[in-house]
């Protein structure tokens, strides 16, 4: 008998045990969640301006510019297009030229393009997409050296930050931050499938100088760098959102939060694949910031036009772009507004949500020293 009450005594500590856990899991998502929704009912009779026909439009003028391929006429030609497009609806447009020359191989002139809005306020949420398109497609059956239109991958995440400029623009005297829209250069152009899109180079070849040179476009005294969004391959038929491994926990359920606050379930799943992607977000991590790469799953996802002939304008679905659109305009509204004095890195009442979890942790602990204590 004794020895089955011992047995019994153990079966209940370790179910304690258990359920303390569980609690603490709990605690720990309740106050997440609750914490994205009380901050999207802040915003909950906001009206959302932007306009996914004209992200289309925008689409449809870059492809009719023709490709995007840096050392090309046409790349100079979209260069000057994006700035004419944002200039009307930022407070500056900024240009980052760098050159790009890999040994024994030409020089290319490369250029970001940044601009940037209610530039009196002190907090930055950096919105980027890059412009360039890949110079051939390796992963079609023919003309595999020739270039791709590039509806989806390169010109849909311009055209959302172009609108987004715009929608933004009318809100800028509830805002509380700075928005900044980065239209980077040379990101498409690296190795896959035994080719080059220019001979030697890699992925991602323009957002690391943008990083080092970053300090000639804002004052650190002065201003703070809060967030990186990258917007990539967003106006695809089929959309649906992956979580990138390297991006920012709190950053991405944030987003994925508000996404499914406006109805967008499909396009920002409860459990979505998780990729590791090389893209633009990367370089930026080394400032210390959270960022968070916007993208599908473009390997073996639903949307099969990767690098092909096909990523034309007949794959792009405007709906993707009110998604995807209203979403990080949402957010934006959502986090940095006048009626919010909170951030998405912050819980409700500006205690961080690793703070839960550490105060479950202690309680678990200390329900074990106690029993251990009384059992001796």
Request: hydrophobic share 40%; proline share 3%.
């Amino acid at each position: 008998m004794t020895k089955f009450l011992k047995y019994i005594n153990k079966v209940t500590a370790v179910s304690i045990l258990i359920m303390l856990v569980n609690l603490n899991i709990l605690i720990v998502y309740s106050a997440n969640t609750s914490h994205h929704e009380q901050n999207s009912s802040l915003n909950s009779g906001q009206i959302l301006l932007f306009n996914e026909i004209n992200a289309y439009n925008h689409i449809s003028s870059q492809l009719d510019i023709g490709f995007r391929v840096p050392g090309t006429v046409e790349h100079d030609l979209c260069a000057d297009w994006i700035r004419n497009q944002i200039n009307s609806h930022v407070d500056s447009v900024l240009t980052h030229n760098f050159t790009i020359q890999k040994e024994g191989q030409s020089a290319y002139e490369c250029q970001n393009i940044l601009g940037k809005l209610n530039t009196d306020k002190e907090k930055i949420v950096i919105l980027g997409a890059h412009w360039d398109s890949r110079n051939v497609s390796e992963k079609d059956y023919i003309d595999r050296n020739l270039p791709i239109p590039g509806a989806n991958d390169g010109a849909s995440g311009v055209a959302v930050l172009i609108e987004l400029a715009r929608a933004l623009s009318f809100s800028t005297t509830n805002l509380t931050c700075q928005v900044w829209f980065l239209f980077i250069d040379a990101e498409d152009q690296g190795y896959t499938n035994g080719m080059y899109g220019i001979q030697d180079w890699g992925y991602v070849e323009g957002s690391p100088i943008f990083v080092e040179n970053i300090e000639n476009f804002y004052d650190p005294s002065e201003e703070n760098l809060e967030c990186f969004i990258l917007l990539d391959m967003v106006g695809g038929t089929n959309l649906t959102f992956i979580k990138e491994s390297r991006s920012d926990d709190n950053l991405h359920n944030g987003i994925f939060t508000e996404g499914r606050l406006l109805g967008y379930n499909e396009s920002f799943p409860f459990t979505p694949k998780i990729m590791s992607i090389n893209d633009d977000h990367i370089p930026f991590t080394e400032l210390d910031i959270p960022v968070v790469d916007l993208i599908i799953d473009f390997l073996y996802g639903d949307w099969t036009h990767h690098h092909t002939h096909s990523d034309d304008l007949s794959n792009i679905d405007p709906e993707s772009l009110k998604i995807t659109g209203r979403t990080i305009e949402s957010f934006i509204k959502t986090y940095y507004s006048n009626d919010s004095n909170q951030t998405w890195k912050e819980s409700d009442y500006g205690f961080p949500i690793w703070g839960y979890s550490l105060i479950g942790l202690v309680i678990v602990v200390m329900a074990t020293v106690i029993f251990l204590y009384r059992k001796k």
